[in-house]
């Protein structure tokens, strides 16, 4: 999930990463053909496997290190999982620390479109370093994003928890069971709106986001008006804004509130499976 305002939860801003263009690369090398093309459909010159990856992304983060906790070089300050994680950090998803970046010298940055900045992309390239950019807006979208990450961009082999998560979360709709509404930040209230992984991800739990059709991902809001928005309930995450019991619930007269780990509702990675166990279906 992107950043809001002060460069932590989602924002759909136009700063996003779709930047174009190759790391500069020689394409004479064996080893970096044939060229993998990223999901905003830029091809790339990556040296592989990777042996030296920096990811810009925390539910990503968690992928690689999982698969490969030794090609792992760098991460962002925001990259908590696993926990224990020892690598360099890089500063946040909307201010990376290009020269450190570069300084490690990654085979391969991993970003993705609504977490960070088309400019830091762009830069990274021109100093002729390769930038993946992943595009997830929903769950299949999300699983097939990270197979192609693994097997045409690292080489690595595809983790088998892909396979169970596309078990798990990728079969028919289940029927629609409470109306929700999710906000991401206070003071300015932001919700999640339409052509979300997050609101993807719940009605695959049989539940409907309120704001599905609002023709933002993640809308302003007043909070008198989400309160009266009809949901049956509002889930109050602990990221990227740390609802508590004593801030957030309070704030709502008319409808329920309830606490939930951001991070299963919000993460493609690992935790999906984690999450389906969780939230249900």
Not at 122 to 146: C, F, K, M, N, Y
Not at 148 to 174: K, M, T
Not at 186 to 197: A, L
Not at 205 to 229: C, F, I, M, Q, S
């Amino acid at each position: 999930m992107a950043p809001p305002p002060d460069g932590r939860g989602a924002s759909g801003s136009p700063a996003s990463s779709d930047g174009r263009g190759a790391s500069g690369a020689s394409d004479r090398d064996p080893a970096r053909t044939p060229r993998p093309v990223d999901d905003l459909g830029t091809p790339l010159d990556v040296r592989r496997p990777a042996t030296r990856v920096v990811s810009l992304v925390p539910s990503i983060t968690e992928a690689l290190a999982e698969a490969r906790p030794d090609a792992l070089v760098g991460a962002t300050e925001w990259c908590t999982r696993p926990a224990g994680l020892d690598v360099t950090r890089v500063r946040g998803t909307k201010n990376p620390d290009l020269a450190a970046i570069r300084a490690l010298r990654p085979d391969l940055v991993v970003a993705n479109k609504e977490e960070n900045r088309r400019l830091d992309v762009q830069r990274l390239r021109d100093a002729g370093v390769a930038v993946w950019v992943t595009e997830i807006e929903t769950v299949p979208q999300a699983l097939d994003s990270l197979r192609r990450l693994f097997r045409e961009a690292l080489g690595w082999p595809e983790p088998a928890w892909i396979a169970e998560a596309e078990r798990l979360w990728c079969g028919p709709l289940p029927p629609v069971q409470r109306r929700v509404a999710v906000p991401i930040w206070r003071d300015p209230w932001m919700v999640v709106g339409s052509r979300t992984f997050t609101g993807d991800l719940l009605r695959r739990t049989g539940a409907e986001n309120v704001y599905a059709d609002d023709p933002d991902r993640y809308p302003h809001v007043d909070v008198a008006d989400l309160d009266a928005a009809g949901a049956d309930v509002v889930l109050l995450p602990d990221e990227p804004y740390v609802f508590t019991d004593d801030d957030g619930p309070e704030t709502f007269v008319r409808t329920p509130t309830e606490l939930v780990s951001g991070r299963l509702m919000t993460w493609y990675g690992p935790s999906l499976i984690t999450a389906h166990a969780s939230l249900g279906r």
